[in-house]
């Protein structure tokens, strides 16, 4: 039987969504009103589809055709596809962003660096407020990129940005840092002779297992008695969630049991590192405070090369422990992906593999949107 398939709600009711925010800055409504939209305390780990009836009108499909949860490509779920050139462990040679990062504050690093030998004019980052919302943003500014260190493990909309960038400040050349879903996303984008696609300069993955929706977030929180308030940094090593809290006390919760309530999303993820990054980092396999870095291309390895030569990153050579601890998380990522693509490609392949209609649009609608918001290079 198939579903009438109007816009990305279909997948976000199934639970195939993890907030990357893409479909909120292409949705071509926005212009007049926005008909996908984020409002942190009224939907805070999904879009919201205010009018479904616009979509009828909309006859683009857009927000389907860029989902990272629909259609991920084959190739993605092969463990071939998780090559580098080069791996390193790397840490922060500026005491501030080591200070307030993750871990060896690479990423923030990375971004700094990339601001102030010109790369790129603005980055995007993710802040969040004192309840733990999200909160990205498009910036210039050294104090934002440092403020936002850290990682957030509940879903973020970081590409919502993108609709802030296409309508309200000059665009420049701009690095984002995000995690595989949302560089999936992006890549989707890049398909769509979105105009402002060559504005992306770097693109700074981070590792990922998982990640978790507001809601799981909050029941572990109140079973530890503590709400996000009290929560200064949350990490996740050694098989357990840690919270680090106001009040100095550091507490834990075991992984295996956080996991047992994941979003489908997650569970079909077959990316630890995005391929389609210039270069990846996180923590497993690196010592404390240190990253883990991949550089997967030329662009990368610039980047890289110049914090080095502006001395505000070390690295060294990862040796082949470390190696062998990366390949064992991408087969189990890819693997434990595998098991629920196909389970899930049975029960919903109406949704999962879905070709987005391009549903008898007239010429005469495609140049009201392209005039109403000049985004789209090309029709559909
Ligand atoms: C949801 C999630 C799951 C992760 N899972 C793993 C894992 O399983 N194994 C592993 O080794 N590493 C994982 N990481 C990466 C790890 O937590 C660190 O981000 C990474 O090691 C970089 O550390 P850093 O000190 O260089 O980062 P920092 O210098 O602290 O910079 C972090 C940057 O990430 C951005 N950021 C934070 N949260 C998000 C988010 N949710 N979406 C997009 N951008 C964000 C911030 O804007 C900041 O610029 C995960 C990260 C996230 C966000
Ligand atoms: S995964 Fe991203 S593009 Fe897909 S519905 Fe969720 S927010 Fe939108
Ligand atoms: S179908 Fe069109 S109008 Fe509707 S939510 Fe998707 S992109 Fe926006
Ligand atoms: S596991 Fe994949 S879908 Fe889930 S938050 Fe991480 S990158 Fe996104």
Redesign the pocket.
């Known amino acids: 039987m198939s579903t009438k398939v109007?816009?990305?709600?279909i997948n976000i009711d199934a639970g195939f969504c993890s907030f990357c925010g893409a479909?909120i800055a292409?949705?071509?409504?926005?212009v007049g009103s926005k008909?996908?939209d984020y409002i942190p305390e009224k939907s805070a780990d999904k879009p919201i589809?205010k009018?479904?009836q616009?979509?009828e009108?909309?006859?683009?499909?857009?927000?389907?055709q860029i989902c990272p949860q629909l259609n991920i490509p084959a190739k993605l779920f092969n463990t071939s596809s998780y090559i580098y050139q080069e791996a390193y462990y790397s840490r922060s040679k500026m005491q501030e962003a080591l200070s307030r990062a993750q871990d060896g504050g690479t990423a923030t690093t990375l971004l700094l660096t990339a601001l102030k030998a010109r790369f790129v004019d603005y980055v995007i980052i993710l802040k969040k407020d004192e309840e733990w919302y999200p909160r990205p943003m498009v910036t210039q500014s050294e104090a934002d990129i440092i403020d936002a260190a850290s990682s957030k493990y509940v879903f973020s909309p970081i590409l919502a940005t993108l609709y802030d960038i296409i309508d309200k400040i000059d665009v420049g050349r701009i690095a984002v840092v995000g995690i595989p879903c949302q560089l999936r996303a992006l890549e989707n984008i890049s398909q769509l002779e979105f105009k402002h696609n060559n504005i992306i300069a770097f693109k700074i993955g981070l590792f990922c297992m998982h990640g978790f929706s507001r809601d799981r977030m909050e029941s572990i929180l109140k079973e530890l008695n503590i709400t996000f308030q009290d929560v200064v940094k949350m990490n996740i090593k050694k098989g357990k969630l840690w919270f680090t809290l106001k009040d100095g006390r550091i507490l834990d919760y075991p992984l295996k049991k956080a996991e047992k309530v994941l979003r489908p999303a997650c569970r079909q993820c077959p990316e630890l590192f995005s391929p389609y990054a210039n270069v990846n980092i996180g923590s497993i396999a690196a010592e404390e405070n240190w990253n883990s870095l991949l550089i997967m291309d030329s662009r990368g390895k610039e980047l890289v090369e110049k914090a080095i030569d502006m001395g505000l990153l070390e690295v060294k050579p990862m040796d082949s422990s470390g190696i062998e601890t990366i390949n064992k998380y991408v087969n189990k990522k890819v693997g434990d992906a595998l098991k629920y693509r196909e389970q899930y490609t049975k029960e919903f392949q109406n949704i999962l593999l879905i070709t987005p209609t391009k549903r008898g649009r007239k010429l005469s609608d495609i140049l009201e949107y392209r005039s109403r918001r000049s985004i789209y290079l090309s029709p559909l």
């Open positions: 109007v816009n990305v709600q479909c292409v949705c071509p409504t926005h008909n996908l589809v009018d479904s616009k979509c009108k909309c006859r683009h499909t857009l927000c389907m």
